[in-house]
């Protein structure tokens, strides 16, 4: 079966950095999307970013260009999110998420079909 791990997550002051990881196995994405997603209690499911897989095409929400980085290692079949500068509104547990690749710019959750358990992030002021 497909499956998506998260990591990374945890605590950290506003302003500071973490790099979340997604651990990718089952099968390959290379045809894939792959795209981070954050949701906060009370709160619809948010679109971050999101790579393509095969030649790593990347596109970033605009509530966090400049700040985030979204990549992939091909070796390890993994995806990262290099998150710096965060922000306390940054709070909420992040997933990640695979689809397969087509039109559009790939920010809806409702197309996405595989997720992973989700990591929490929390931004304190």
């Known amino acids: 079966q497909a499956q998506l791990v998260e990591s990374g997550g945890g605590w950290v002051q506003a302003g500071g950095s973490l790099r979340l990881s997604c651990a990718a196995s089952?099968?390959?994405?290379?045809?894939?999307?792959m795209g981070w997603f954050r949701q906060a209690p009370g709160k619809e499911r948010e679109f971050v970013a999101r790579?393509?897989?095969?030649?790593?095409?990347?596109y970033v929400a605009d509530s966090v260009k400049g700040r985030f980085t979204i990549s992939r290692d091909n070796v390890k079949n993994t995806v990262y999110l290099q998150m710096y500068n965060l922000k306390p509104e940054d709070t909420a547990v992040y997933y990640c998420?695979?689809?397969?690749?087509?039109?559009?710019?790939?920010?809806?959750?409702?197309?996405?079909?595989?997720w992973g358990q989700g990591t929490q992030v929390t931004v304190s002021s």
């Open positions: 790579i393509i897989w095969s030649g790593g095409n990347t």
């Open positions: 089952g099968r390959t994405f290379s045809t894939y999307a």
């Open positions: 998420a695979a689809r397969r690749d087509g039109s559009g710019v790939a920010t809806l959750p409702s197309t996405y079909n595989y």
